[in-house]
């Protein structure tokens, strides 16, 4: 008995819920849509009765019922977001009443949440656009068809190449770039700065290419293109104890206080840089996924892969750290989760790992620097003086310390 009474209780509450704010879009807006806060109250109630009762037959007469409410009701207003959310508090209704809570209680709170935010979530999807609507679907046909269909693996020298994992390392990379990349339109409004910071999570590399081509184009803000590049960079050494703590969480203890003290140092050379630095307005990166770039990505991890492989058993540590430098020309993530994967395969020491790391990283910002110098000179010095005094703090913590 108790349990049914919580049911009803829920059923009605998140009817309640929708009904109020149904009730005050029809307010604002002067239409005719189908009820307030008694009709979505009542229906939310009678899902629950039904739930409660436990008859399919009479469940899906009260669907019906609500559905030929809401038909009568698109006959009367125009739009249909109402009548599908009197659709949804009843089946929500009918989850609360068979006992569902957790899943009534979520649903409802999506469903408020995406009434709620009307305005907001039109705003967002047109500043989205198509081009960023089709990588998204990309993306979920490279996770949802493509993945499942490779083999687990374990080819190559050591075992160290396997398919799953290969495209387990695009699909997350992939994600985390385009994740970067929505919010980068999202805040180019915002600033530069914010918009650099959120393209950090892209490519910080590209935001430098970027800022660099800024920096020929207007040399009198050099200041300001340097601030934005070496923002992006900090949000590169998150990325990477971001990967490390998903694949290989025993290397944080070595790496994570090197790493943290890197984009500190980072971070305050770059405020320090900024003091008289202007404003800069927004700036485009091109869409980070693509099935070219997919692939492309998943070569190259599977190559660094078992090349650092093969390099420790023939060359030792030095053949190690000669496939992190020249990996770290180009990118980290390949290089980060691949020495994370042979960590935790047993296929690399611990410590290596994680000079490995950040030698690729002292590489990468040597190649920020270069990239930045070409764009101007002065942003070129700046920048190197906004990162150098980071990484030398923590190769000093890696000698003393670890």
């Not at 009765?49 to 030929?68: E, H, K, N, Y």
């Not at 203890?253 to 890197?262: K, Q, T, V």
């Not at 030792?316 to 980060?336: E, F, K, M, R």
Request: glycine share 14%.
């Amino acid at each position: 008995m108790e349990s049914s009474l919580t049911g009803l209780a829920l059923a009605t509450l998140v009817g309640f819920a929708v009904g109020l704010e149904r009730e005050r879009a029809k307010r604002e807006r002067e239409t005719g849509a189908l009820g307030g806060v008694r009709t979505f109250a009542l229906i939310g109630l009678l899902g629950g009765l039904v739930g409660v009762l436990g008859s399919g037959a009479l469940a899906l007469t009260g669907f019906l019922v609500v559905g030929a409410l809401a038909l009568w009701s698109l006959t009367r207003a125009p739009g249909a977001t109402s009548e599908v959310a009197a659709l949804v508090v009843y089946l929500l209704g009918l989850l609360a009443g068979e006992g569902q809570a957790t899943a009534a209680l979520f649903g409802g709170l999506v469903t408020l949440g995406l009434l709620t935010y009307r305005e907001r979530l039109h705003r967002w999807s047109a500043q989205i656009g198509e081009e960023t609507l089709e990588a998204a679907v990309l993306l979920a046909l490279l996770w949802g068809v493509v993945w499942p269909l490779l083999p687990e693996g374990g080819y190559g020298p050591g075992g160290v190449l396997r398919p799953r994992e290969v495209w387990l390392m695009v699909l997350l990379v992939a994600a985390a770039n385009f994740a970067g990349f929505v919010l980068t339109r999202l805040w180019r409004e915002r600033g530069l700065y914010a918009a650099a910071l959120a393209g950090g999570l892209v490519s910080s590399t590209a935001v430098t290419v970027s800022m660099a081509a800024r920096a020929r184009e207007h040399p009198a803000s050099w200041r300001t293109w340097a601030v934005a590049a070496g923002l992006a960079t900090v949000l590169m050494y998150l990325r990477v104890l971001v990967w490390v703590a998903l694949f290989a969480p025993a290397l944080l203890e070595a790496l994570a206080p090197a790493l943290a003290l890197w984009a500190l140092v980072n971070l305050a050379a770059c405020l320090l840089l900024a003091r008289g630095a202007g404003g800069g307005g927004g700036f485009e990166l091109k869409n980070p996924l693509g099935l070219g770039a997919a692939l492309l990505f998943g070569g190259l991890y599977a190559l660094i892969k078992l090349a650092a492989y093969a390099a420790g058993i023939w060359l030792g540590a030095a053949g190690v750290y000669a496939v992190a430098a020249l990996s770290g020309l180009q990118d980290l993530d390949a290089i980060t989760l691949s020495m994370a994967r042979l960590f935790t395969q047993g296929g690399l020491e611990a410590g290596l790992a994680v000079r490995a790391i950040l030698l690729a990283t002292l590489v990468n910002n040597a190649v920020k620097a270069t990239l930045g110098y070409l764009g101007h000179p002065r942003m070129g010095f700046a920048l190197a003086l906004a990162l150098l005094p980071g990484a030398l703090a923590a190769w000093a913590w890696m000698a003393c310390c670890a």
